[in-house]
């Protein structure tokens, strides 16, 4: 049997969201001028090469990770949940309690399987279609609401499975985060000039970065938390800014409300590696199976073309994947058939696996 643990089940009433979000409104502007009257942080420009001390050791930290109710999302947590279980205790590991915060504002049959928080969503319209909006909100109820006992939190995803222990990679009041190659500040100038105004900083002031995976203090993510959801919510009712940034809106919206909280990352590399781009999993700690895996059987990438074998987790929107996935063929890269083999191993073990997650 599974473990069953607490559950932690709170709604927030529509009429506060409603309210809530029009004092975030309003207290965005008095923010930024508290924050233009603000100097700079001394310690903002943090690099593993600032020869600074090793990360926190021994500070757990608590990993948190969004999701909705939809099947699609419901068995990438059960995976991520299976390997978190696996690695939590393992020497090395300062992982805490985990939680799951449901934003469908309901309910839902993983509530006896994993630790879950339930918090509203955006009110109706309001993400215009694009999920990944409610992910701020979620944290700013959680936050605001939950009894977390950890300094520290890792933001993860639904699609993230632990390859190993590892420890807190944050350093003190600095967080520690992932350089995504498509996060590029810089070359959309214009567009993030809106939102980070040149009084501000330069903009080398804002990491390229999302707001998963990363560790973070906890008293520090309270401050972030309603700027990344007001930054993404005003990002996503411009038009020129919705169109240019996609699906990748929100983690700009995070890596600018940082920039106006003066908070840097330590960029880890090694925090993540993405099939099928990244061939080897090495030191890695996080795979993130956010790219669709295509293969010939000669073992040849065949990536935007489906492949003779391939691994896509969008295949299975309305259910999860059959246990006992084909492993890639010959010639395929070590971190997909890495990828295939944890999910395979994640779905034997986990109960009722092929029949609890279907719409």
């Given at each position: 049997?599974?473990?069953?643990?607490?559950?932690?089940?709170?709604?927030?009433?529509?009429?506060?969201?409603?309210f809530?979000?029009?004092?975030?409104?309003?207290?965005?502007?008095?923010?930024?001028?508290?924050?233009?009257?603000?100097?700079p942080?001394?310690?903002?420009?943090v690099?593993d090469?600032?020869?600074?001390?090793?990360p926190?050791?021994?500070l757990?930290?608590?990993?948190?990770?969004?999701?909705?109710?939809?099947?699609y999302?419901?068995w990438?947590c059960?995976?991520?949940?299976?390997?978190?279980?696996?690695v939590?205790?393992?020497?090395?590991?300062?992982?805490?309690?985990?939680?799951?915060?449901?934003?469908?504002?309901?309910?839902?049959?993983?509530?006896?399987?994993?630790?879950?928080?339930?918090v509203?969503?955006?009110?109706?319209?309001?993400?215009?279609g694009?999920?990944?909006?409610?992910?701020?909100?979620?944290?700013?109820?959680?936050?605001?609401?939950?009894?977390?006992?950890?300094?520290?939190?890792?933001m993860?995803?639904?699609?993230?499975?632990?390859?190993?222990?590892?420890p807190?990679?944050?350093?003190?009041?600095?967080p520690?985060?992932?350089?995504?190659?498509?996060?590029?500040?810089?070359?959309?100038a214009?567009?993030?000039?809106?939102?980070?105004?040149?009084?501000?900083?330069?903009?080398?002031?804002?990491?390229?970065?999302g707001?998963s995976?990363?560790?973070?203090?906890?008293?520090?993510?309270?401050?972030?938390?309603?700027?990344?959801?007001?930054?993404?919510?005003r990002?996503?009712?411009?038009?020129e800014?919705?169109?240019?940034?996609?699906?990748?809106?929100?983690?700009?919206?995070?890596?600018?409300a940082?920039a106006?909280?003066?908070?840097?990352?330590?960029?880890?590399?090694?925090?993540?590696?993405?099939?099928?781009?990244d061939?080897?999993?090495?030191?890695?700690?996080i795979?993130?199976?956010?790219?669709?895996?295509?293969?010939?059987?000669?073992?040849e990438?065949?990536?935007?073309?489906?492949?003779?074998?391939?691994?896509?987790?969008?295949?299975?929107?309305?259910?999860?994947?059959?246990?006992?996935?084909?492993?890639?063929?010959?010639?395929?890269?070590?971190?997909?058939?890495?990828?295939?083999k944890?999910v395979?191993?994640?779905?034997?073990?986990?109960?009722?696996?092929?029949?609890?997650n279907?719409?």
């Amino acid at each position: 049997m599974p473990t069953i643990e607490r559950k932690h089940v709170r709604r927030v009433s529509p009429l506060f969201v409603v309210f809530g979000l029009v004092f975030l409104f309003a207290a965005y502007n008095l923010l930024h001028m508290v924050m233009h009257n603000k100097g700079p942080n001394p310690g903002a420009a943090v690099t593993d090469a600032l020869g600074m001390s090793d990360p926190v050791t021994g500070l757990r930290y608590h990993v948190a990770v969004t999701a909705t109710d939809a099947p699609y999302s419901q068995w990438q947590c059960r995976i991520m949940y299976y390997w978190y279980k696996k690695v939590r205790d393992m020497p090395g590991s300062d992982m805490g309690n985990f939680t799951r915060i449901l934003h469908s504002g309901r309910t839902d049959h993983l509530m006896e399987e994993m630790h879950t928080f339930v918090v509203d969503p955006l009110p109706d319209g309001l993400d215009r279609g694009y999920i990944v909006l409610n992910r701020p909100w979620a944290f700013v109820q959680w936050l605001e609401s939950a009894t977390i006992e950890e300094e520290y939190i890792l933001m993860a995803e639904p699609d993230h499975i632990f390859v190993s222990p590892f420890p807190n990679l944050a350093k003190g009041s600095h967080p520690a985060g992932y350089p995504f190659f498509y996060i590029k500040p810089a070359e959309k100038a214009k567009i993030i000039r809106k939102f980070y105004p040149k009084e501000k900083g330069p903009l080398t002031d804002i990491d390229p970065i999302g707001n998963s995976p990363v560790i973070i203090q906890k008293s520090i993510l309270e401050e972030i938390a309603p700027t990344w959801m007001n930054v993404s919510l005003r990002m996503k009712e411009d038009p020129e800014t919705d169109k240019a940034f996609g699906w990748v809106l929100e983690m700009y919206g995070y890596a600018v409300a940082s920039a106006l909280h003066k908070v840097k990352h330590i960029l880890r590399k090694d925090f993540m590696l993405q099939p099928p781009w990244d061939l080897e999993v090495g030191k890695s700690f996080i795979i993130h199976y956010t790219y669709g895996c295509d293969y010939s059987m000669k073992g040849e990438l065949t990536y935007g073309k489906i492949g003779e074998w391939r691994f896509d987790k969008r295949s299975y929107l309305s259910g999860p994947p059959p246990r006992n996935l084909s492993l890639p063929p010959p010639g395929v890269p070590e971190s997909v058939v890495q990828l295939v083999k944890m999910v395979n191993e994640a779905t034997a073990n986990i109960p009722k696996w092929e029949t609890l997650n279907r719409s």
